[in-house]
């Protein structure tokens, strides 16, 4: 006499994960991370850096103008309010055509308005 076999049952965790897949390829899709930087601007370059921008970055062009987050920004004092408390580091993306001493203005103006620690960010060129 033969044993009736019992059907296999499928695992519902397939489905789920399939479904967890669709969803996070929709937001890779439809989603950005970050706002594109300025068009114009070109990052002073380095290589062998292992760090990243990251949002929120202040950036300055070669003529001095200041960006957040792709959007020009009045002053310096605008942008140290979009600070939140508990972080008071800045990180600037300088243009490689701003001149030194307008950056060095810029980080001694961030230290005056109470800035705990000021990054400079560059692009990572692969040597």
């Known amino acids: 006499m033969k044993r009736a076999r019992?059907?296999?049952r499928r695992e519902p965790t397939i489905s789920l994960i399939n479904i967890i897949f669709l969803i996070l390829i929709?937001?890779?899709i439809t989603g950005t991370l970050s706002r594109p930087s300025s068009t114009s601007?070109?990052?002073v370059q380095t290589t062998?850096?292992?760090c990243c921008a990251g949002?929120?970055?202040l950036q300055i062009d070669a003529s001095g103008a200041l960006f957040h987050s792709g959007e020009p920004i009045s002053s310096l004092a605008a942008y140290t309010e979009v600070l939140s408390d508990y972080d008071?580091?800045?990180r600037i993306a300088p243009d490689k055509n701003l001149p030194a001493r307008d950056l060095v203005q810029t980080v001694s103006?961030?230290?005056a308005m109470g800035v705990g620690r000021i990054l400079i960010?560059?692009?990572n060129v692969p040597s």
């Open 121 to 123: 960010i560059t692009e």
């Open 48 to 50: 062998g850096l292992e």
């Open 88 to 90: 008071k580091t800045v």
């Open 55 to 57: 949002s929120g970055v």
């Open 41 to 43: 601007m070109e990052f």
């Open 26 to 28: 929709f937001f890779m």
């Open 6 to 8: 019992k059907a296999s």
């Open 109 to 111: 103006q961030l230290r």
